[in-house]
């Protein structure tokens, strides 16, 4: 590789053109963190691969959107998706447990999470859910509102620009990260 390529922005306009030099050293840069996270958060190196995967076609689909503007820097972006995505994943199968092959048990159960250990740490999601779902209520409107279409509804900063009459996508981004730092607050004033 002739050495990494700097900005953010010569980066997304390379990945918008399909360079696969830039999505390796993307890849080689942000992956690690990725993994990391997910490994303290209940995921496998196999959830970090998918995560990752979906993360950057997420993000070359944006890359190659002529309207779309970074206002973080690519690794934080990509974070942000990937977690996103695993939060939507752990939502799911909190409304519609799967068993996997590993929970279910294998001829190693001893050195494998038990019953009530699975059991335990559904009780410690749902007690999580709950604290979430109690802070986006005491975050008020529109934050509340605001925040329910971005990560439950999926609506795009330009939907929300729309539905919420925001003179243009940055004002509505703008809201979202006060509203979601309003919301960090109150859930970890909560969880303490």
């Known amino acids: 590789m002739q050495g990494f390529i700097n900005t953010e922005h010569q980066l997304l306009a390379a990945l918008a053109s399909g360079d696969r030099k830039v999505a390796s050293q993307l890849y080689q840069q942000n992956y690690p963190i ?5 490994a303290k958060n ?11 995967q979906e993360a950057m076609v997420v993000l070359f689909g944006k890359a190659q ?7 973080c820097s690519i690794s934080t972006y990509l974070m942000s998706i990937s977690k996103h995505l ?16 590993e929970d279910i048990g294998t001829d190693e159960d001893e050195g494998g999470i038990g019953y009530e ?19 986006l209520e005491q975050v008020g409107e529109p934050c ?11 609506k795009s900063m330009q939907e929300i620009t ?13 809201q979202k990260y006060k509203c979601l730092a309003r919301l960090r607050k109150l859930f970890y004033g909560m969880a303490s």
């Open 86 to 101: 695993w939060y939507k994943r752990l939502e799911k199968q909190s409304r519609d447990p799967v068993f996997l092959k």
């Open 34 to 38: 990725v993994k990391g996270w997910l």
């Open 117 to 135: 250990d699975d059991l335990k740490v559904h009780e410690e999601r749902e007690i999580h859910y709950e604290m979430l779902n109690a802070a």
């Open 65 to 71: 959107d002529s309207d779309f503007r970074l206002t």
């Open 42 to 52: 209940g995921g496998s190196e196999s959830d970090a691969a998918d995560l990752f």
């Open 162 to 174: 729309a539905s919420f009459g925001y003179t243009n996508s940055d004002n509505a981004k703008n």
């Open 144 to 154: 509340s509102s605001l925040l329910k279409a971005f990560y439950h509804k999926d």
